[in-house]
Nanobody
Framework: QVQLVESGGGLVQAGGSLRLSCTAS????????GDWYRQAPGKQRELVGT???????NYADSVKGRFTISFDNLKNTVYLQMDSLKPEDTAVYYC?????????????WGQGTQVTVSS
């Protein structure tokens, strides 16, 4: 059984920063990719960014230059550093990781963490 636990959300003023963490636990070999999504009220879930085990990252245009995804292999944790936050970044943020298990590659979701940016 594999679980992803997120932490780090909260309330911040516009221009501020937050760092989200997504830690995998359970029985598995490695994390293959780590994605961050977000879903604002009344909107569809959107991809914020992705990191591969090799460290390659890609970001949505709306967050490029402000958000940074990183990966700590030893801690089995994917991070989302969010700087210069804007009110439109307010959403529930979810991580999704493709994890290598003895039965093969499978995707898992975190529980979501609320980020609220006040103007």
């Amino acid at each position: 059984q594999v679980q992803l636990v997120e932490s780090g959300g909260g309330l911040v003023q516009a221009g501020g920063s937050l760092r989200l963490s997504c830690t995998a636990s359970g029985s598995f070999f490695s994390i293959n990719t780590g994605d961050w999504y977000r879903q604002a009220p009344g909107k569809q879930r959107e991809l914020v960014g992705t990191i591969t085990s090799g460290g390659t990252t890609n970001y949505a245009d709306s967050v490029k230059g402000r958000f940074t995804i990183s990966f700590d292999n030893l801690k089995n944790t994917v991070y989302l550093q969010m700087d210069s936050l804007k009110p439109e970044d307010t959403a529930v943020y979810y991580c999704n990781c493709q994890i290598n298990r003895v039965t093969g590659l499978r995707g898992y979701w975190g529980q979501g963490t609320q980020v609220t940016v006040s103007s």
